[in-house]
């Protein structure tokens, strides 16, 4: 590979910067050009049914500037900026944007476009990096200066016709496209040109929107090229200085990031980072990435999955699986350490107030918060640790394994995914448990039982006060039991205990209610440990709390091969 064929690009001669040492603290103008610049990427762009739905999408999320099209582009560009305003689509807070080339006829079939339009932002825009000048224009630096200077004045003739009320309803954006690859101090020149032309001042500002038309530079270089231009262009206080970050080198989102910190008001971008190439930055991300330090911004994610399907609907557009915030696995482990941690960090949570500050680890934000649910945190395959299939099996099916039993659990369930050389499901999880721990009737199962409340005082002071009595079969023959106990299970034991099955005591037992009203029932876990030192878990499901109980002894006696 032979690098040499490639040079840096500009930077900025910034002394002093100020951006590295700042925090964003509050959401900037949004801008989506998801109708625009997402579309113009598309293979089969956008109809204008399509179009309509997602404009009402983005309305809906709560952007109130939105680039609707290029009207002089199509037929289909001009008919949907129609469609908006004679149909009434537009509520009355939200600004469309409009792109056009600064060639006076593109302007006056855009200013066709737009008649009748509440409010407006008549975004122009020519290209100024050297390679665009030399190779497209063949033009000098002075002449791009006019092309720029000439739109501008080609719509402020357009508007002459109109009344001063219209008029007031359009504002001006200029983007020197390529800015990226522009020599920044020439970038500030044709801006500054622009703003005269326009006549800005404080109540009547102009937006400056400084692309990264191909994303050439690290970040930092972005946001200083930013901040040196915030501090040299002409009556900054008149102007709205905008990021358009593209991706070409993955790192859209942090050239947008740095360049708020450097100064940016505005940020011009895409649902889940569609766009030319490798897209326009992803203005999801960089929303929720506020929002993961506690800065509102002002766009509602609160159901991401919803928004997520449409667009992936109305583009045909996939969102990879790793996608920050609404890819599928972005809020999935599948790490035994991981998963410890993220099941500990969610049963502390259990007991905080909802609107404790969020530290689950490993998992940046709550994903309730965005319409997403718990199910998915965990899952489980062959690198699964042992509190993985536990917590699969306590928030999906109600299983609240104690955690001394957790391991027997995730050994079981880690060697069937072995087995299967596959993530393993909800479903095939609770099956494995179920079929091992409750269903399991290998040698022993309890064909009758009947417990007896004994008289307190007719056994000179025994604390055996239960009695049971009953059929078990073991390994298909039916033997008859009884036994006494200080209650069902322990009379239970007692009676089964060195007859049917070695002595054993219980060393752990944990129970807990599941279902609700007539469905309601007790979950039990017990820990038996023989005479010989060897421990078995088991588990029982009944209707009936104490016969829950003897149902899990039964099922640990079923764990001796
Ligand atoms: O990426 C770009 O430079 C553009 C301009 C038209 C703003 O989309
Ligand atoms: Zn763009």
């Not at 721990?437 to 064909?447: D, G, K, P, S, Y």
């Not at 009953?470 to 039916?478: P, S, T």
């Not at 299970?489 to 219980?506: C, E, H, R, T």
Request: with cysteine; hydrophobic share 35%.
């Amino acid at each position: 590979m032979n690098a040499s064929k490639y040079k840096p690009f500009e930077g900025a001669p910034i002394v002093g910067r100020q951006w590295p040492s700042k925090r964003i603290t509050k959401a900037p103008i949004w801008c989506s050009v998801d109708l625009r610049d997402g579309n113009q990427a598309l293979i089969d762009p956008m109809g204008i049914e399509t179009k309509l739905k997602f404009f009402d999408l983005l309305v809906k999320i709560g952007f109130k500037e939105i680039e609707i099209c290029f009207p002089s582009a199509s037929d289909t560009e001009f008919d949907f900026c129609r469609r908006l305003i004679e149909e009434n689509h537009i509520p009355s807070d939200v600004t469309i944007q409009v792109l056009c080339q600064a060639r006076e006829h593109l302007i006056r079939r855009t200013m066709e476009a737009i008649k009748g339009a509440p409010s407006v932002i008549f975004h122009i825009y020519n290209s100024t990096s050297p390679a665009q000048r030399k190779y497209t224009f063949g033009k000098t630096k002075d002449e791009i200066v006019q092309i720029a200077v000439e739109g501008v004045r080609c719509i402020k003739e357009c508007m002459k016709s109109l009344s001063e009320d219209e008029r007031k309803r359009i504002r001006l954006e200029y983007s020197p496209e390529s800015f990226s690859m522009t020599e920044i101090d020439y970038a500030i020149e044709i801006c500054d040109a622009v703003g005269r032309e326009w006549g800005i001042s404080p109540e009547r500002k102009i937006i400056y929107n400084l692309p990264s038309t191909v994303e050439c530079y690290t970040p930092n270089v972005y946001a200083d090229r930013i901040e040196y231009f915030a501090s040299k262009v002409a009556n900054r206080e008149s102007v709205i200085i905008s990021t358009h970050c593209h991706n070409d080198r993955g790192t859209g989102v942090a050239s947008c990031e740095l360049g708020l910190l450097a100064g940016a008001d505005r940020v011009e971008g895409c649902l889940f980072g569609n766009g030319e190439r490798t897209g326009n930055l992803d203005i999801v991300t960089v929303a929720l990435n506020m929002f993961s330090e506690g800065v509102d911004p002002e766009l509602d994610f609160s159901d991401l999955p919803s928004v997520a399907d449409a667009y992936q609907e109305y583009t045909k557009m996939d969102i990879p699986p790793r996608t920050p915030y609404a890819g599928g696995l972005a809020y999935t482990a599948l790490s035994g350490g991981h998963q410890d941690a993220i099941a500990k960090g969610l049963a502390a949570r259990a007991s905080m107030p909802a609107d404790a500050v969020w530290d689950v680890p490993y998992i940046l934000i709550d994903p309730h918060d965005i319409g997403r649910q718990y199910e998915g945190i965990i899952r489980i395959n062959s690198q699964s640790g042992k509190g993985g299939a536990s917590f699969i099996l306590e928030h999906n099916y109600g299983y609240s394994i104690p955690k001394a039993m957790q391991p027997a659990v995730g050994n079981l369930i880690k060697a069937e995914s072995d087995k299967a050389q596959r993530e393993l499901k909800g479903e095939e999880i609770l099956s494995f448990f179920e079929e091992k721990w409750i269903r399991n009737r290998a040698r022993f199962e309890i064909v009758d039982i009947a417990s007896t409340q004994l008289d307190a005082n007719s056994e000179s002071g025994s604390a055996e006060h239960v009695s049971c009595r009953g059929v078990i079969r073991v390994d298909g023959e039916n033997v008859a039991f009884g036994g006494r106990g200080n209650g069902p299970l322990d009379s239970f034991v007692s009676a089964v205990s060195g007859v049917v099955f070695p002595v054993f005591n219980i060393t752990a037992f944990h129970e807990h209610s599941v279902g609700q009203g007539s469905g309601a029932g007790a979950v039990a876990y017990v820990q038996i440990e023989t005479g010989s030192g060897e421990k078995f878990w088991g588990v029982g499901k009944s209707s009936n709390v104490g016969r829950a109980g003897i149902e899990a002894v039964v099922s640990a006696m079923n764990q001796l091969g």
